[in-house]
C-alpha cells in the first residue's frame, strides 16, 4: 500500500512547491488532501484536463470560508474550442484569455489515474505545468486583482 503522495501547493500569495503527502491509516490521502486546501476539496478537472488534478476548498468562495482570492483562471483557446460557457455572458463561448474563474484559498496539485480512478504522484511534467502556469509574479497576483477589479466594478455600477 502506497503511503506518501508527492503534490505540489499553489498557495495564495505565494510561488508554487512541492511536498509530500502522507497517506492516514486507512491508506487514504482524503484528509492530507484536505488539509492542504483547508477543507473539503473540490476538482478543478478544466485547468489541466486532470493532468495533473487541481484541487481547491470547496467552500472557498463562500462568505466566511477565510479563503483570500489565490489566481485568475483565463480561458485557453482549448476552453473555447471545447465551448465552456463565459461567465460574462452564458449564451456564448468563453474567448481565450477571458477570465474564467478566480480560485480563492490554496490549491494542491497531484496526478490522476484514469484507469484506476485515483490520485498518483504528480510527474516531472505536471509539476512543469503547475509552475509555468501558476509560478509567474502576474499569476501570483492575478486573483488579488482579479477579484478587486470586480468589486470596483460593482460599486462603481
Known sequence: MKT???AVIVPVGEKPYPKTLEADENGSFLR???ECVGGHIEPMGYL????PTVYC?????????GCRPNRAVYATEAMANAGY???NDPSRA???????????????CV???????????ITPEERERVIKRFGSRESIESGYLEALRIQLAARHR
Do not use: H, W
Open 32 to 34: 492530507a488532501l484536505q
Open 4 to 6: 506518501t503522495l508527492e
Open 57 to 65: 476548498n470547496e467552500e472557498g468562495k463562500l462568505a466566511g470560508s
Open 111 to 121: 496526478g490522476f489515474d484514469p484507469e484506476t480512478g485515483e490520485d498518483r504522484d
Open 48 to 51: 489541466f484536463d486532470d493532468a
Open 85 to 87: 460557457v463565459s461567465p
Open 94 to 108: 468563453v474567448k481565450p484569455d477571458e477570465l474564467y474563474d478566480i480560485v480563492f484559498g490554496d490549491m494542491v
